[in-house]
């Protein structure tokens, strides 16, 4: 769709796409005026502190029930986070016929598990690395520390400690889970991925624009 925008308006950084490119900006400087005119903007939209009024070119789309024989387990389907509900189908598009888990690591981490019939069996939500460090903001944070060791030094303490805190986390809840649906697909996301991806202790595929990308499909299936 040439002369519409897709935009995932995040609690940290806003994303959009525009006719094959992609922007980015930090959600408190993003200003509709960045975009281009248009015929329509498609958003996405989990910032509670981000309105926009009176623009009828701008549509902000919510959760659902289904989408084809993806369905969303929430007995208020709108209240899952529209963010989360196309990350799923985008990765619902590239496993059809089978389970899989979405983990999208950004400000906020989330992992959703669907199986392998479509069905959304819930997820988890814990703060993001930067928020956590931000909860303790007089500690400084170490650019060569390791998790696999432990600290020297108060930097290095508190970075092997607070990235353990996510890392573990995830690895922890991807074996629980791996449990219910074996031979799993795992799709990661978010701006925050590749301060864990080393650590991540099982096969995955990232895609940097998961949200936009289901964004985009769910426009052109159901739009």
């Given amino acids: 769709m040439a002369n519409e ?3 995932d308006i995040g609690n940290s950084n806003t994303k959009w796409q525009y006719q094959g490119s992609f922007f980015e900006v930090a959600t408190k400087e993003f200003n509709v005026k960045k975009l281009p005119q248009v ?35 929430y007995k208020d389907p709108t209240l899952l986070g529209s963010d989360r509900w196309f990350a799923m189908i985008a990765s619902y598009e590239m496993s059809i016929n089978n389970s899989f888990m979405v983990i999208d690591i950004g400000s906020a981490v989330t992992i959703d598990l669907v199986d392998n ?28 520390a390791n998790i696999s060791g432990i600290g020297q030094t108060t930097e290095d303490a508190w970075t092997i400690g607070t990235l353990s805190l996510i890392v573990n986390n995830i690895n922890c809840k991807y074996s629980e889970l791996r449990k219910l649906s074996p031979g799993i697909k795992v799709f990661v996301t978010g701006g925050g991925y590749f301060q864990v991806q080393q650590y991540l202790n099982f096969i995955h595929e990232y895609h940097k624009n998961l949200v936009l990308d289901g964004l985009e499909l769910y426009v052109n299936n159901m739009g």
């Fill in 117 to 144: 019939k479509g069905l959304h069996h819930g997820g988890i939500i814990f703060p993001g690395l930067e928020n956590i460090r931000q909860i303790f903001g007089y500690f400084p944070t170490s650019i060569n």
């Fill in 5 to 7: 925008v897709f935009i």
């Fill in 39 to 73: 015929s329509k903007i498609w958003a996405s939209n989990v910032c509670n502190n981000f309105d926009i009024e009176g623009d009828l070119n701008f549509i902000t789309l919510k959760s659902e029930k289904l989408y084809k024989g993806l369905i969303n387990s």
